[in-house]
């Protein structure tokens, strides 16, 4: 997961110390696959999507909302 290890290094990086980053990262490791494996399974998509862009607009989505 690379794009999660830049954004909590460089855009959470100050904000954080080395332990939440790891347990974050452990989090990310341990439950996105599988919720969006779980998604794609069993609900319905208006438009369908490479797991991979839906994890990075979640995660644009939460940095806009946040300015």
């Known amino acids: ?3 999660v290890k830049t954004w909590l290094t460089d855009v959470c ?5 080395e332990e939440t980053r790891e347990y974050l990262m452990n989090l990310f490791a341990k439950t996105v696959e599988n919720g969006l494996r779980f998604v ?8 369908a999507q490479v797991l991979v862009i839906r994890c990075l607009t979640e995660l644009t989505q939460h ?3 946040n300015f």
């Not at 990086?13 to 110390?17: A, I, R, T």
């Not at 794609?40 to 438009?47: G, Q, R, S, T, Y």
């Open 1 to 3: 997961m690379p794009y």
């Open 13 to 17: 990086g100050d904000l954080l110390k």
């Open 40 to 47: 794609h399974k069993k609900c319905v998509e208006a438009i």
């Open 63 to 65: 940095e806009t909302d």
